[in-house]
């Protein structure tokens, strides 16, 4: 779920240090090289796929475990947030462990705009990965606590006020990714979008879905995470929005300042 820590973006911040700077491999060491498409799309698909394994088996067991919502949403919060930043940090170096097509669409279109970030090729491959993954996910974790394999669910979230607090959520997850590569803070990125992740839980009416992929995968499980179809469409069109609205904060607070006059 970040900004791509592409290679290339690595390189060509270390052509811009002065000579004798830069630092070099270790002699006899390959030279960096941009991971393939295939790698990045594995790694978006596996990773993607575990994020939403995490989701949806941490709640099946709370729920097994207690009978406290409370208690169940701290459980599920807990699992999601440790996950999760497991997962940027394994897989960021290879596909920048977007894991949601919001991000890879958002990065996708400030590349297209001048900046750092997927191409099109990349983005349209990014995506589908993104969403097979999500649905084998929900699936694993199905089979793991003994579950129907796919269960359409059941858990209406069509409220409008939940759709407010998808929008809000996926607009902070933007302006928070986006904004550390403005920053040039992407190496916290694992621990900074972790910790979004697990505070959204909380102070957001919807949970934080924020994930078009997730959505999808989520309605195929009828247990504590789920979602039901005919709530998916609303929830990723306000996760559309929060992209948007995010990506137009970003525009607005790190607009990069004029060079004070002589």
């Given at each position: ?8 973006h690595?390189?060509?911040e ?25 790698a ?5 698909l596996?990773?993607?796929a575990?994020l939403?394994?995490v ?8 729920t097994?475990?207690?009978k ?12 999601t ?11 960021g ?39 097979v ?12 606590f ?6 359409w669910?059941?858990h ?12 809000v ?7 928070l990714?986006f ?7 992407l190496?916290f ?5 972790a ?8 102070f957001?009416s ?7 992929a997730v ?6 499980t ?7 179809p005919?709530?998916v ?9 929060g ?8 525009a607005l ?6 060079k004070?006059?002589?």
């Amino acid at each position: 779920m970040t900004a791509t820590e592409a290679t290339e973006h690595d390189q060509a911040e270390e052509s811009a240090t002065a000579p004798g700077t830069e630092p070099h491999p270790a002699p006899g060491a390959p030279l960096p090289r941009t991971p393939p498409l295939i790698a990045k799309a594995a790694a978006e698909l596996i990773g993607t796929a575990a994020l939403v394994a995490v989701v949806v088996g941490s709640g099946i067991q709370a729920t097994e475990l207690t009978k406290d919502v409370g208690l169940q949403l701290l459980a599920n919060s807990t699992a999601t947030v440790f996950g999760l930043g497991v997962l940027i940090l394994l897989l960021g170096p290879v596909s920048g462990a977007h894991l949601n097509p919001v991000v890879t669409l958002a990065e996708w279109w400030s590349a297209r705009r001048g900046g750092a970030g997927v191409c099109l090729r990349e983005a349209a491959v990014y995506v589908p990965a993104q969403i097979v993954g999500a649905i084998a996910g929900a699936i694993l974790a199905d089979a793991m606590f003994g579950e129907p394999l796919v269960k359409w669910s059941t858990h209406d979230r069509s409220a409008g006020h939940l759709l407010l607090g998808e929008v809000v959520a996926t607009a902070g997850l933007i302006l928070l990714i986006f904004g550390l590569a403005r920053a040039d803070r992407l190496r916290f990125a694992p621990v900074a979008v972790a910790s979004y992740i697990g505070a959204a839980y909380w102070f957001t009416s919807s949970t934080s879905f924020a994930n078009p992929a997730v959505t999808i995968g989520r309605a195929f499980t009828d247990t504590f995470a789920g979602i039901a179809p005919s709530s998916v469409t609303g929830f990723i069109a306000m996760q559309l929005v929060g992209a948007a609205v995010g990506l137009a904060l970003v525009a607005l607070i790190f607009t990069p300042g004029r060079k004070a006059a002589a």
